[in-house]
């Protein structure tokens, strides 16, 4: 099973910016989806956004124009930039990993990010 770790979330003022990593422990070409969830305090985890090997690409209605999802299969990472931060975009972000899309996958620790002035 494929181990995650994400890093670069923090704090930040509103309409700021940041870009979360997820560095995977194996070779991340042959994985079919590779995606960002998160979850928000008293809420159940959302996706954010998802990259296949094929290169297409989906995000949530909230984060689109605003976030952008890549995969650097040469060095086993997923990235998402995200732009133009609301407080509601405050939660755990979560990296996953799985090759069908009804299955759970493997899932990183979760990075935190918090938008605030």
């Known amino acids: 099973q494929v181990q995650l770790v994400e890093s670069g979330g923090g704090l930040v003022q509103p309409g700021g910016s940041l870009r979360l990593s997820c560095a995977a422990s194996?070779?991340?070409?042959?994985?079919?989806?590779m995606g960002w969830y998160r979850q928000a305090p008293g809420k159940q985890r959302e996706l954010v956004a998802v990259?296949?090997?094929?290169?297409?690409?989906n995000y949530a209605y909230s984060v689109k124009g605003r976030f952008t999802i890549s995969r650097d299969n040469a060095k086993n990472t997923v990235y998402l930039q995200m732009n133009n931060l609301k407080p509601e975009d405050t939660a755990l972000y979560y990296c996953?990993?799985?090759?069908?899309?009804?299955?759970?996958?493997?899932w990183g620790q979760g990075t935190q990010v918090t938008v605030a002035s």
């Open positions: 990259t296949t090997n094929g290169g297409t690409t």
């Open positions: 996953n990993a799985k090759n069908v899309r009804a299955a759970s996958g493997s």
């Open positions: 194996t070779n991340i070409f042959g994985i079919v989806y």
